[in-house]
């Protein structure tokens, strides 16, 4: 098992909760020299999302969804309730009471990606965030014709998160 050398995520504190408070956000970025809309296509097709994440089932025009996790360590089956949806440039998802917010944008042939979690207890941060870095290298992976990363070289970046 080796630790990946992946960029992790900052964990920043909550916005619009008072100091002090046990919520954080945990956020990521990701380069991809790629156009947005195929990064906007593995996050948003069923069939693409499936290659890194998991499948969805149901019309994300009625603003709900539910998504299967399909991968080495993961299986559940969740519901997703649409907040926002901004093709090609961003969308924030509510899943199970995570606040999931997704930015892109794109300059030069290069497509940046911020994914953010909000609502983390700070007690949770060091369980989620190598989860989201993980998934994040899934995507990476596929987006690049890479070797998908596997989950047991994140199990040592709790410490990262916390």
Known sequence: MST?????????????HPA????VGLVYHRDFV?????????????????????????DPMSGQVRITIADEHDSATTDVTILRCNPPTGFAVDVDGW???VSLRQVDGVTG?????????????????PGWQYYL????????????????DYLDLADEYR
């Open 34 to 58: 790629l156009p947005i809309e195929d990064v906007w296509a593995a996050l948003t097709e069923s069939d693409e999302l499936r290659r890194w994440y998991g499948e969805y089932t149901g």
């Open 4 to 16: 990946p050398r992946t960029r992790t995520g900052k964990v920043v504190p909550e916005r619009g």
């Open 137 to 152: 290298d899934r995507l990476n992976a596929v987006l690049t014709d890479a070797p998908p990363p596997s989950w047991g």
């Open 20 to 23: 002090g408070t046990s919520l």
């Open 113 to 129: 990606l911020e994914f953010t979690h909000r609502h983390v207890p700070r007690s949770e941060a060091g369980e989620i965030g």
């Open 99 to 101: 606040i999931l917010e």
